[in-house]
């Protein structure tokens, strides 16, 4: 299936997919700047689907779809670039926000519409590095997920496993892919409701957010990690994250601070905090380095 979307905005294709990937070796993703070609699977209500995105010289998306879900994900390729997203009444209240957004028009929140394919990463990415977040990503994808669907030649690419395949992953499978015990129950209770959680995405907002944390283990930085990317939320914070309340400070202050001192910062954004920190992880901006960095831990020592 095949459809061309023309967006009404300055479209950066890779960029507006960037928050979707999980490092550059997610099975799940791929992009192909060769032929300029974005890649994505993902699950759907009527099964696994393969969106390949091309932009054109006049700014047209090329979009084709294989597997059952490839009506599902063409008809939210709008929402997935940005075209559901409102910025109405945000106003810059530091230099540096409004440096990136009047050089980065095309920054938009975009909104995957799926809550399993974004919950899953987010929960193995609690209270651990990015290289064990993704590492444990990749591998259970490439043991318990599908080979997505796809015309011959394309580069190999892997479903996210479903609920059901996650339900029946064996303990030491999951220690075997560095998971610890307080993240396997979380998933295992995320993949219990994930029928019904789907439902956080229609009602979006704070209403959506509460809906995931009904969840034991999904608190409030997992929830606002879902929110960002599948309903575009644009005042969804991630408190409790290790490296931003310290990037928003040096950023915006020129100092660091903890979740509070961010959340005092950011007030003159409500409702589009999560934008305006959007603004500033666009900027290039870097904070100073004063130490090593956190040392991972392998759990499959453990």
């Known amino acids: 299936m095949t459809r061309r979307w023309?967006?009404?905005?300055?479209?950066?294709?890779?960029?507006m997919l960037a928050p979707l990937r999980r490092g550059r070796?997610?099975?799940?993703?791929?992009?192909?700047?060769?032929?300029?070609?974005?890649?994505?699977?993902?699950?759907?209500?009527?099964?696994?689907?393969?969106?390949?995105?091309?932009?054109?010289?006049?700014?047209t998306v090329a979009a084709s779809a294989w597997g059952p879900g490839a009506e599902l994900v063409l008809d939210g390729?709008?929402?997935?670039?940005?075209?559901a997203d409102d910025d109405t009444g945000f106003v810059a209240h530091h230099p540096l926000v409004e440096e990136t957004r009047r050089r980065m028009p095309g920054l938009r929140l975009g909104a995957s519409g799926r809550v399993w394919d974004v919950l899953f990463p987010a929960v193995l990415e609690q209270k651990v590095t990015g290289v064990e977040?993704?590492?444990s990503w990749r591998e259970l994808c490439w043991r318990y997920g599908t080979r997505a669907p796809g015309p011959e030649g394309m580069a190999k690419l892997w479903v996210p496993p479903t609920p059901a395949a996650v339900r029946a992953i064996p303990?030491?499978?999951?220690?075997?892919?560095?998971?610890?015990?307080?993240?396997?129950?979380?998933?295992?209770?995320a993949a219990t409701v994930a029928h019904r959680l789907e439902r956080a995405a229609e009602l979006g907002g704070t209403a959506g957010r509460e809906l995931l944390?009904?969840?034991?283990?999904?608190?409030?930085?997992?929830?606002?990690?879902?929110?960002?990317?599948?309903?575009?939320?644009?005042?969804?914070?991630?408190?409790?994250?290790?490296?931003?309340?310290?990037?928003?400070?040096w950023a915006l202050v020129g100092r660091p601070?903890?979740?509070?001192?961010?959340?005092?910062?950011?007030?003159?954004?409500?409702?589009?905090?999560?934008?305006a920190?959007?603004?500033?992880?666009?900027?290039?901006?870097?904070?100073?380095?004063?130490?090593?960095r956190f040392s991972a831990k392998d759990y499959r020592a453990i």
């Open 6 to 15: 023309l967006p009404d905005y300055p479209l950066d294709l890779a960029g």
């Open 257 to 275: 601070l903890d979740d509070a001192g961010m959340l005092a910062v950011l007030a003159p954004y409500v409702p589009q905090r999560q934008r």
């Open 277 to 292: 920190v959007r603004y500033v992880e666009a900027s290039g901006f870097r904070r100073p380095r004063f130490g090593p």
């Open 213 to 249: 944390r009904r969840v034991p283990g999904i608190g409030v930085w997992t929830a606002a990690e879902v929110a960002q990317r599948v309903w575009g939320d644009p005042d969804a914070v991630s408190v409790g994250d290790f490296h931003i309340p310290s990037v928003v400070g």
């Open 77 to 83: 390729l709008p929402a997935l670039l940005g075209a």
């Open 25 to 59: 070796g997610d099975p799940t993703m791929r992009m192909d700047a060769e032929r300029g070609v974005c890649w994505r699977a993902s699950t759907t209500d009527a099964g696994p689907g393969t969106l390949a995105l091309r932009r054109g010289a006049d700014g």
């Open 133 to 135: 977040a993704r590492r």
């Open 171 to 189: 303990d030491w499978e999951w220690h075997r892919a560095g998971v610890d015990s307080a993240r396997r129950r979380a998933l295992l209770a």
